[in-house]
């Protein structure tokens, strides 16, 4: 099978991640810390920090942003670790219709769903597609507003010819097996807020005051200081990043512009060559907005059919959302989100990673033809 996803990993990888099981150190420890650092620089932000995945990211951005028995602007169109993030911090989430041809949130409808009780907002650039930040971000200030920006999809994607991550007050990322930067599972929460950042690095450490990397080098600068002492200072969790993860994000990092830019190449490969068939809408990409590219989702009333179809060529294809407001747990939130509801059935995502070769994605664009030629 031609999968949807597949992460561009070779030897530099395996050398990586062998230099820290020959170090002996593999929990958190100095991979991490560089990896943050070289995070931060790449971005362009004062704070990095390194956890187990965006879905810790996310939960702590919030828990620093204080949501609870608050409203929290967000959308469907997203994986449910956004917007689960907002219940694990007792907020309420506000789903706030999409554009359609860009599947994030729409300024205009966020507008609509602000009250007094509204607390932040969630910008989910989805597929890596930049939202209109610049009017969401005003939206946040003339209403004394957070914003959170989801950058799961989005590492090396830009707005306006600045990095996405680098807009909100804070922002997540996530280094999945299936992402631009992959490091297996792990996650990165970016912040120009100092006074957030030290609180952020207690929070994924259980909310002790001195991680064990921090208490080993006390230990080789000051013999006899005590390095196994620390306090408990809040309730934290278990969400640090580990050395290996960290040795592979490293070396990803390193790539990110190269591969990124390959993503670039295959997604216009696709708009030239599927251009004539009139039965598909293809993804845009805003004249603001450099896509990441992190997947290519057409548009088709023969969604299913054509996924099907596909399989049976040896083709995986994915389908990037259900809208989450249709999952059990978020009916009773009730907002109504009619764009969503129209465009989500028609959606597909077409393989798109850095290493698919022209072949087979040639493969791909001639089983689309073939079924829509068979189709009429």
Not at 34 to 59: C, R
Not at 165 to 184: E, I, M, Y
Request: with cysteine; net charge neutral; charged share 25%.
């Amino acid at each position: 099978m031609i999968p949807v996803f597949k992460p561009a990993m070779g030897q530099e990888e395996i050398e990586a991640i062998s230099q820290v099981i020959k170090s002996g150190w593999l929990g958190l420890g100095p991979k991490t810390e560089q990896f943050e650092k070289e995070f931060a620089e790449y971005l362009g932000v004062k704070y990095a920090l390194a956890l187990n995945s965006a879905t810790a990211a996310l939960h702590l951005a919030l828990m620093v942003l204080a949501v609870k028995d608050r409203e929290v602007i967000t959308t469907p169109m997203t994986f449910v670790s956004t917007n689960h993030a907002i219940l694990y911090n007792q907020g309420r989430p506000v789903f706030t219709d999409i554009e359609t041809d860009t599947l994030n949130i729409n300024p205009e409808e966020i507008k609509k769903n602000l009250t007094k009780k509204t607390k932040a907002i969630m910008a989910v650039h989805y597929g890596g597609q930049a939202c209109r930040l610049e009017e969401i971000i005003k939206l946040a200030k003339d209403n004394n507003l957070s914003v959170v920006e989801d950058c799961a999809h989005a590492c090396g994607g830009e707005y306006k010819g600045k990095k996405l991550g680098t807009f909100g007050d804070l922002a997540c990322f996530s280094f999945h097996a299936v992402k631009n930067l992959a490091t297996g599972d792990g996650g990165m929460i970016v912040t120009n807020n100092k006074e957030w950042h030290e609180r952020l690095k207690k929070l994924r450490w259980l909310g002790i005051n001195k991680d064990t990397w921090e208490r080993e080098e006390s230990e080789h600068k000051e013999r006899g200081g005590y390095s196994w002492s620390y306090n408990v200072e809040e309730l934290g969790f278990k969400y640090h990043m580990n050395d290996l993860n960290s040795a592979l994000g490293l070396v990803q990092l390193a790539k990110l512009d190269k591969m990124n830019e390959k993503r670039r190449i295959l997604a216009k490969r696709y708009d030239v060559l599927l251009k004539d068939v009139k039965e598909i809408e293809l993804p845009v990409e805003k004249e603001y907005a450099k896509s990441s590219w992190h997947n290519y989702v057409i548009k088709t009333s023969a969604r299913d059919r054509l996924n099907l179809f596909l399989a049976d060529r040896g083709i995986s294809t994915g389908v990037h959302y259900i809208p989450n407001n249709h999952y059990l747990i978020y009916q009773k939130y009730g907002e109504k989100t009619p764009a969503a509801e129209a465009v989500w059935t028609k959606l597909l995502t077409l393989p798109l990673y850095p290493d698919l070769a022209e072949d087979e994605q040639d493969s791909v664009i001639n089983g689309l033809k073939d079924f829509f030629k068979g189709a009429n």
